[in-house]
């Protein structure tokens, strides 16, 4: 949206909303914006209704917004839509009224006007899912429910007595377990009010601010565009917390720099898609996963968010690094000195960006909620974009921010209620656990196996699913089995975590490489294989958490730093491996190839104390042609 009137034209994937129709999704969007800034700077309001109303206006704005098929008009809403729309009105606002009553009441004794309102209540969020994500997440929905019905014909230890259809819509409808559970009082308290955050940055001039820093920073270097897109991703993709909105902000225009200085299309694409995912795990904010992981484990987001630095930095390390030695190998070189800020100059006109992000972390740290501290941090970049005239934030400008924020959220928060849906099924059945113990029965109590399997599983249901949708269903199914064979907690958490987010790269379904793929003009499975071969480490990274818990600060300081210096060599040495390039000597010969990814193998598996040191051995034989080349050259 522009920022010349108060009402734009509203654009989604299918449909383009103008005039009134325009007129009354702003005016819906502003209103669930201003309700959770509310809640969450000032409002104690009641469990249901912080619940209820985010799945509310949620389904609103994705039937005005979304289009129920194909042959739909696309450019209104039409009757089925108006339809949908009363039946979310209905039910959920039946909810909202009734909780209390029923909660005291009728417990186990739900009423006709209950089942009758959780049957449309379930169908309502289905076809919210159906619309923006497909139909993947639908259908694990009435697989899930038809499980609990079913349960006596289940083969071997998933089956279970069975429940009534009765028992089956009072659990996903009357209680706050399944559809109004902890994953939807998540979004509703935490995840969104961060939705708003960013897009009150982004209206600022935070967005482009990023992106000139990443330019002055990195630019003038050989495959300088590259830098910039995996610079400007990993700052600006903390706050938006979605891996395709990233690549959509920034690759717009990432990618054609990377093309005008020679990337190939669907490489362009892949760093952009790599780079962006990695903007989720990327603290202090990352996205929205991180506020679910610290609910379901019952830790300070805060803490969480102090363990994944470490990880994150070696990431974008192994990012830079490939994209370095790609660009090495094809000898491409940086932007034009002339198209170059300077650093200082981008700082001085932009350094009061930082401060929302100081305001954030500074109230983490002293014990505030998340929520209050993305209000003020909201309130923070309003006042601080008055510092100067070209960012300033107008009456008009804060309400696009304010609209932005709930556009923003319908592509995350459409999926919430069905993921509600599918954890109720789980968890009324006691499905998760007697999961857990199938996948560690069939990794044959191997936990190596188990991580692998775990990022199998997670790669099948990424395909229809987002990197929080996925993680959840994970988190309930697959991190037990971690649990059950010695993991932590959080480690175990965080490998389902970013197992999750392989699955936005990991062909054949692979949404960010998908996003980028299509602004490149690239194929989009070669720039999928591309980005995984970019974002290797993301394979590897569960693995580092189980058998190196040093990489989140679990230890002394000593290991800690040992474990660290360890993967940046083992880093270093996948990356030449893989790209077959090195710094100093360009291209290698294929044993000297083949050394640094054994070297790296054994620097990121130390399964036996020895291995590392052969790891060690390794690297420097494979360097030392290179090293003594350049003290030859160097005399």
């Given at each position: 949206m522009t920022e010349q009137r108060w009402f734009e034209p509203i654009k989604t994937k299918n449909r383009t909303l103008s005039g009134a129709f325009s007129g009354f999704y702003t005016l819906v969007a502003a209103a669930f914006s201003l309700w959770y800034l509310y809640t969450s700077g000032f409002g104690l309001v009641s469990t249901e209704s912080n619940r209820g109303l985010y799945l509310l206006f949620t389904s609103i704005l994705v039937f005005l917004g979304y289009p129920a098929r194909r042959g739909s008009p696309n450019n209104r809403p039409t009757l089925v839509d108006g339809v949908f729309i009363v039946l979310a009105v209905a039910s959920i606002g039946y909810w909202m009224d009734q909780y209390v009553d029923y909660a005291i009441n009728r417990v186990s004794d739900p009423n006709q006007w209950d089942l009758a309102m959780g049957i449309i209540a379930v169908a309502v969020v289905l076809e919210t899912s159906r619309r923006v994500l497909g139909p993947a997440i639908p259908i694990l929905c009435l697989l899930f429910l038809a499980q609990l019905y079913y349960g006596p014909y289940l083969p071997g230890k998933l089956a279970h007595s069975g429940m009534d259809v009765r028992r089956i819509i009072e659990f996903t409808y009357s209680t706050q377990e399944a559809m109004f559970g902890v994953v939807t009082a998540t979004f509703a308290t935490f995840v969104f009010p961060f939705m708003i955050f960013g897009a009150f940055l982004e209206r600022s001039g935070a967005g482009a601010f990023f992106m000139d820093l990443a330019t002055a920073l990195t630019g003038q270097w050989r495959g300088g565009p590259a830098k910039i897109a995996t610079l400007s991703s990993a700052l600006f993709g903390s706050i938006s917390g979605s891996s395709v909105a990233n690549v959509v902000a920034s690759g717009t225009f990432t990618i054609p720099m990377m093309k005008r200085i020679g990337f190939k299309p669907h490489h362009a694409g892949a760093i952009e898609a790599i780079a962006s995912t990695g903007g989720q795990i990327m603290p202090p904010i990352m996205g929205a996963g991180v506020f679910i992981l610290a609910t379901l484990t019952q830790h300070e987001y805060l803490s969480i968010a102090l363990m994944n630095v470490i990880p994150a930095l070696l990431f974008f390390m192994f990012v830079l690094l490939m994209v370095d030695l790609e660009a090495l190998r094809t000898g491409l070189k940086g932007l034009p000195a002339e198209e170059i800020p300077k650093v200082w100059v981008v700082?001085?006109?932009?350094?009061?960006?930082?401060?929302?992000?100081?305001?954030?972390?500074?109230?983490?740290?002293?014990?505030?909620?998340?929520?209050?501290?993305?209000?003020?941090?909201?309130?923070?970049?309003?006042?601080?974009?008055?510092l100067r005239a070209d960012t300033r934030m107008g009456p008009r400008k804060v309400f696009h921010a304010i609209v932005a924020g709930a556009h923003n959220n319908t592509s995350a928060g459409a999926a919430i209620g069905s993921l509600g849906v599918i954890i109720g099924g789980i968890v009324l059945s006691g499905l998760g656990l007697k999961f857990s113990a199938i996948l560690v029965e069939f990794a044959g109590g191997q936990l190596f196996f188990t991580v692998a399997l775990v990022a199998l599983i997670s790669i099948i249901i990424g395909m229809g699913s987002s990197t929080t949708g996925s993680y959840i269903i994970l988190s309930v199914v697959a991190a037990p089995a971690l649990i059950q064979l010695g993991v932590a907690e959080v480690p175990a958490h965080l490998v389902v975590f970013y197992a999750a987010c392989l699955s936005n790269i990991t062909p054949p379904v692979c949404v960010s490489a998908f996003a980028a793929a299509a602004i490149a003009q690239a194929d989009p499975m070669r720039t999928g294989f591309a980005a995984l071969k970019f974002g290797a480490t993301l394979v590897l990274i569960p693995f580092s958490f189980v058998y190196v818990p040093e990489l989140l600060l679990q230890g002394d300081s000593g290991a800690i730093a040992y474990a660290t210096v360890r993967y940046v060599f083992g880093y270093a040495a996948l990356a030449i491996g893989l790209q077959g390039t090195e710094f100093v000597r360009g291209r290698i010969s294929m044993w000297r190839r083949a050394m640094f990814l054994l070297a790296a193998l054994c620097l990121l598996f130390p399964l036996l104390p020895w291995i590392e040191f052969a790891g060690l051995a390794l690297v420097i034989a494979a360097w030392a042609p290179s090293f003594m080349a350049a003290r030859a050259f160097a005399k």
């Open positions: 700082l001085r006109r932009g350094w009061h960006f930082f401060v929302p992000l100081v305001v954030v972390i500074g109230m983490l740290f002293m014990g505030y909620s998340p929520d209050l501290g993305a209000f003020w941090g909201i309130v923070s970049s309003l006042v601080l974009s008055w």
